[in-house]
């Protein structure tokens, strides 16, 4: 089993696409709503953003060499308080998601990355195939979390199905 450049541009689009949609719905909503605790693992809409988006960017500093977050991820859900700033910095990262994406090569799929999971404690050697599925699996997992809860708080919003990409 192999990842190709091609999956990595669709998964990358996916990201974008979905981010399209997902940050204008939660901007419908007030900032006690966001922040409000509705029982998910990071507990609110705007806290599990903040982590999703902390993880993007440890993800992209293993991956591409630049920027990591500074703070440690017991403070992910909080690392983007204000909207404003968190919607600024959302679409700058989807644009680097992109443009990593779009760089890769058949030669980039192959091989092992050695990792410090901070989380765990460890230093690890994994592939690359696992990292890259695990960074674009971390994403939807979390935004199906952000749709669940956008539902249950009233807030219309599309089909996440990969087939209806735009």
């Known amino acids: 089993m192999s990842l190709t450049p091609e999956w990595m ?27 409000q605790d509705r029982g998910a693992f990071f507990g609110s809409i705007h806290g599990t953003l903040s982590h999703l988006l902390w993880g993007d960017t440890l993800w992209m500093s293993r991956f591409d060499g630049g920027e990591a977050p500074e703070t440690p991820i017991e403070r992910s859900t909080k690392n983007f308080p204000d909207w404003g700033g968190y919607v600024s910095k959302r679409s700058v990262m989807d644009q680097r998601i992109t443009r990593w994406a779009n760089g890769l090569s058949d030669a980039d799929m192959t091989g092992d990355l050695s990792l410090r999971l901070g989380a765990k404690g460890a230093e690890v ?29 009233g807030v219309s919003t599309p089909d996440t199905d990969l087939l209806f990409m735009e």
């Open 9 to 35: 541009r669709m998964m990358a689009q996916y990201n974008a696409w979905q981010n399209g949609w997902m940050i204008p719905a939660v901007g419908t909503l007030s900032e006690d709503a966001r922040w």
């Open 125 to 153: 050697v994994k592939s690359k195939m696992q990292t890259y599925t695990q960074f674009f699996n971390h994403q939807t997992h979390h935004r199906g979390q952000v749709h669940a809860m956008l539902t249950a708080a």
